[in-house]
């Protein structure tokens, strides 16, 4: 299919979301939806995706559409589906051949949704999964906050990685003091004020506030963590009412407005991994680990220091453990190479059962590169070979790409903000073996696939 074909095919994602400039995942679900000219249902996970495209009363989706948890995306899709093929069987419903799709974040994919993706292409129900794999769980505060720590109430540009600030210990429900390991500029975001009885912050749409979860006569009430995107009014967030007495209460919330667009800054705190903001209790900054976050890279849950040189672990290979369930069509691609992304798809979308995407979504807010490089950075993963392009189909793998010269990692590596500390000597270890394990896992794909 030529860029001029695909160009006739019907926006089925718009503009206006709230995702960061550069975001990957914005150009990985344009592509996937041109692929077909169906009717398509959409269903999507909280995440990056989620809660920047579906701020109440706006949508970026010009198709129906489902938001659920963020472990079972896999599960609602698939229910929908069967829903759909009973009414069809039972005469209730015209033949409309739609096709079903999933987009979720590596976070709702690779670690907290996997069984229920799992139980989906055990069941072999026909739909499409897609995994646009940022590497990370990716969230931020307006820069007018005030924090509250040892030395009393300070802005948040004011505090420095070390200071001591205020956190609520979620074991004991009291005010403790915590070290702020990390002051991180998010640059300029859309933001939202948030308004309860006695205070109001401004916060992005995926910053997770602490809420109270009533569980009914007889059952004990407990805390959970909700995006700001997630909350509405009449939800309970947790506050400070009174810093002598280190007492918290909850107050509902009154009101959630879009505020505009502002200067966003994050701060990581140690253990507790909270802290408070204009008297609220706010989550820490986001970019935590996932299972598909890559050897030796820095994130707020795989720090890098004087012992851990980030993290100690390699990604899962998802894309592999799903050819293992013998579904119909599974394909690993990039935005870097359309074509064989929206090839992919199509077949995806055409398989007669389950179908697995997983999409190489660069992130620059997580990754630490500028803006106007995401398609650089998707094409270097796919050069070094560090994200090969196959597919398996039928049980038969295939390479869809093979780089005319394989470039070494350090060329990914190095535009990287996350991968800075492996050039220090005393890192250059995890480098070698990054290397290593990429040349590795090259060689095997190359013997077990027919190239293209």
């Known amino acids: 299919?030529?860029?001029?074909?695909?160009?006739?095919?019907?926006?089925?994602?718009?503009?206006?979301?709230?995702?960061?400039?550069?975001?990957?995942?914005?150009?990985?679900?344009?592509?996937?939806?041109?692929?077909?000219?169906?009717?398509?249902?959409?269903?999507?996970?909280?995440?990056?995706?989620?809660?920047?495209?579906?701020i109440y009363p706006s949508t970026a989706w010009e198709v129906p559409y489902i938001h659920n948890a963020f472990e079972n995306a896999a599960a609602t899709l698939s229910g929908v589906e069967s829903a759909y093929r009973?009414?069809?069987?039972?005469?209730?419903?015209?033949?409309?051949?739609?096709?079903?799709?999933?987009?979720?974040?590596?976070?709702?994919?690779?670690?907290?949704?996997?069984?229920?993706?799992?139980?989906?292409?055990?069941?072999?129900?026909?739909?499409?999964?897609?995994?646009?794999?940022?590497?990370?769980?990716?969230?931020?505060?307006?820069?007018?906050?005030?924090?509250?720590?040892?030395?009393?109430?300070?802005?948040?540009?004011?505090?420095?990685?070390?200071?001591?600030?205020?956190?609520f210990d979620q074991k004991t429900h009291q005010l403790v003091l915590r070290r702020c390991t990390g002051v991180f500029d998010n640059g300029i975001r859309e933001v939202y004020g948030v308004e309860t009885l006695h205070h109001s912050i401004k916060a992005t749409a995926n910053h997770p506030f602490l809420v109270l979860k009533r569980n009914g006569r007889g059952r004990r009430d407990s805390f959970v963590w909700k995006t700001l995107a997630e909350i509405k009014v009449g939800d309970e967030v947790v506050v400070l009412k009174n810093l002598e007495n280190k007492y918290f209460?909850?107050?509902?919330?009154?009101?959630?407005?879009?505020?505009?667009?502002?200067?966003?800054?994050?701060?990581?705190?140690?253990?507790?991994?909270?802290?408070?903001?204009?008297?609220?209790?706010?989550?820490?900054?986001?970019?935590?680990?996932?299972?598909?976050?890559?050897?030796?890279?820095?994130?707020?849950?795989?720090?890098?220091?004087?012992?851990?040189?980030?993290?100690?672990?390699?990604?899962k290979d998802l894309t592999a453990c799903v050819a293992a369930h013998n579904i119909p069509y599974v394909a690993q691609a990039s935005p870097s190479h359309w074509r064989d992304l929206v090839t992919k798809a199509e077949k995806a979308f055409n398989a007669e059962g389950p179908a697995f995407l997983?999409?190489?979504?660069?992130?620059?807010?997580?990754?630490?590169?500028?803006?106007?490089?995401?398609?650089?950075?998707?094409?270097?993963?796919?050069?070094?070979?560090?994200?090969?392009?196959?597919?398996?189909?039928?049980?038969?793998?295939?390479?869809?790409?093979?780089?005319?010269?394989?470039?070494?990692?350090?060329?990914?590596?190095?535009?990287?903000g996350r991968f800075k500390h492996l050039f220090k000597p005393e890192n250059r270890h995890v480098m070698e073996e990054f290397q290593a394990k990429v040349d590795e896992d090259w060689n095997n794909l190359l013997k077990r696939c027919q190239i293209e």
Request: a positive charge; charged letters at 25%.
């Open 86 to 167: 009973v009414l069809m069987r039972r005469g209730k419903m015209d033949r409309r051949d739609i096709r079903f799709v999933a987009f979720g974040g590596d976070g709702g994919t690779y670690d907290i949704g996997l069984q229920a993706l799992s139980g989906v292409f055990e069941r072999g129900h026909r739909m499409v999964y897609v995994c646009y794999d940022n590497q990370a769980y990716m969230n931020c505060l307006s820069t007018s906050c005030l924090i509250m720590t040892e030395n009393g109430l300070k802005k948040i540009t004011e505090v420095k990685e070390g200071d001591k600030i205020y956190a």
């Open 358 to 416: 997983n999409i190489l979504a660069p992130c620059p807010r997580g990754w630490r590169y500028p803006t106007n490089q995401t398609i650089r950075m998707a094409r270097l993963a796919v050069e070094t070979c560090f994200w090969p392009l196959y597919e398996v189909e039928n049980g038969n793998w295939r390479l869809t790409h093979k780089p005319k010269e394989k470039k070494p990692l350090v060329e990914w590596l190095k535009p990287q």
């Open 1 to 54: 299919m030529s860029i001029k074909e695909l160009s006739f095919r019907e926006e089925r994602f718009t503009s206006g979301h709230r995702l960061c400039a550069g975001c990957g995942a914005t150009i990985i679900v344009r592509q996937v939806l041109m692929a077909t000219d169906k009717p398509v249902v959409v269903c999507c996970p909280t995440g990056c995706l989620e809660v920047s495209t579906t």
């Open 249 to 315: 209460d909850t107050e509902k919330i009154k009101n959630i407005r879009l505020a505009g667009c502002e200067p966003t800054l994050d701060l990581r705190v140690e253990d507790e991994h909270n802290f408070i903001a204009d008297g609220i209790v706010v989550h820490n900054t986001g970019i935590q680990r996932s299972s598909a976050t890559p050897l030796g890279a820095w994130t707020t849950t795989s720090p890098v220091g004087k012992v851990i040189p980030g993290k100690t672990q390699n990604r």
